[in-house]
């Protein structure tokens, strides 16, 4: 699983940066103001928690990592990013009102991603 978890933080901030460009590059004249700042919004949090994910990677590493917990962090904050992040940047470029329901949902599983590595975290000796 680190191995994995590496390679999707390293996918996830890289696409992060490349969001954030297209924004500001390519996107400031074609999509409102609040459009910028939705999709802005989706790559910020998409770098917070990939640079997470990275974190629970190299956890992972540790001999006595607490491996459930962890695996259970990495996993909710990819599903976080997908659900957050992808609703925001569906919202942002197709104001379709109904995603912006979705999007709470990224923000619980990223929740309980922090919540798995708080115990992760009580679990090291």
């Known amino acids: 699983m680190t191995r994995i978890f590496l390679v999707i933080a390293a996918i996830m901030a890289g696409f992060s940066v490349a969001a954030g460009a297209f924004a500001t590059h390519a996107l400031k004249a074609k999509l409102t103001?609040?459009?910028?700042?939705?999709?802005?919004?989706?790559?910020r949090y998409q770098m917070y928690h990939a640079l997470a994910l990275l974190l629970v990677a190299l956890l992972l590493s540790r001999p006595q990592a607490p491996q459930i917990p962890l695996i259970a962090a990495g996993s909710a904050f990819i599903i976080g990013i997908a659900i957050f992040s992808g609703?925001?940047?569906?919202?942002?470029?197709?104001?379709?009102?109904?995603?912006?329901?979705?999007?709470?949902l990224g923000g619980v599983a990223f929740i309980l991603g922090w919540g798995c590595l708080a115990i992760a975290a009580w679990g090291f000796q």
């Open 87 to 104: 609703s925001l940047y569906a919202l942002s470029l197709t104001e379709i009102k109904w995603l912006g329901a979705i999007t709470p």
């Open 33 to 43: 103001e609040r459009a910028i700042v939705i999709f802005e919004t989706g790559a």
